[in-house]
């Protein structure tokens, strides 16, 4: 009987021993899901910094005349500021970031120098507008995203030039202009849906020949050939539609 009464006793404990455990297991908290940020999905935004475009000015036409060799004038930055708004998709694939954007702003890029070919004259550059059509790559790190793009661009510039001494205008011009862009940045979501970026990029816009019209005459007064590359610096706020993030255990 003694026997008997000691095994019933193991068995009890071992049975207590064994709901404890599978207690402690289904206690045992389970970790919560980590938010992963997705950037797939439509977006629009708004941007502002500045710019700088570098033009020289090589004459090669003074009044129906042409000049040959051409002569150089010159070269100066046209600096100021922009500000303009992008649309824009993306699709993500684990870390990769796929995306194509256009983008358009104001621009007021204004320089000058004085001519080296024309004794008291001074030839002035603005940059009015640009527009930027633009595919990208880039890595993801949750809410972190760095990337590059490439594409055309476009330019509307408006030229001319006045007597240094007096300011009176002799001459002007105009073009729009297309070219490259190339470009890099960096984006931090900020909250479900918002971001910001920092963003670089610089237009290879070319050289193009450029005819300038007397203000007095409307007559043809100059052909210059003009060179102009562009680095503009942006901050960028975006707002994407869509799943701002996905549960991952």
């Not at 129906?64 to 824009?88: K, L, R």
């Not at 699709?91 to 120098?113: I, K, M, P, R």
């Not at 909250?191 to 910001?196: D, G, K, L, R």
Request: charged share 15%; aromatic share 12%.
């Amino acid at each position: 009987m003694k026997k008997i009464a000691l095994a019933a006793a193991i068995l009890t404990l071992s049975a207590g021993s064994s709901s404890a455990a599978d207690m402690a297991v289904k206690a045992r908290p389970v970790p919560p899901p980590v938010a992963v940020y997705n950037w797939t999905g439509f977006y629009v935004g708004i941007n502002g910094g500045g710019g700088s475009a570098h033009k020289c000015w090589d004459l090669i036409n003074n009044l129906g005349v042409a000049v040959v060799p051409a002569v150089p004038e010159g070269c100066h930055n046209a600096t100021g500021g922009t500000i303009g708004g992008q649309i824009g998709y993306r699709w993500q694939a684990s870390n990769w970031v796929f995306g194509l954007e256009a983008q358009g702003n104001w621009a007021d890029f204004t320089g000058s120098n004085s001519s080296l070919f024309f004794a008291d004259v001074t030839d002035r550059t603005k940059v009015e507008a640009f527009g930027l059509f633009t595919g990208q790559i880039g890595y993801a790190i949750n809410n972190l995203l760095l990337y590059v793009k490439g594409g055309a661009a476009v330019a509307s510039d408006k030229y001319n030039t006045y007597t240094t001494s007096t300011g009176v205008g002799i001459d002007s011009g105009s073009e729009t202009r297309w070219g490259g862009v190339v470009g890099a940045g960096v984006e931090f979501g900020f909250a479900p849906n918002w971001s910001v970026a920092f963003e670089y990029d610089h237009l290879f816009m070319g050289t193009r020949d450029v005819s300038s019209y007397l203000i007095t005459t409307g007559a043809l007064s100059a052909i210059d050939r003009i060179s102009q590359d562009v680095d503009i610096g942006t901050v960028r706020i975006n707002y994407r539609f869509g799943g701002p993030v996905v549960a991952k255990y």
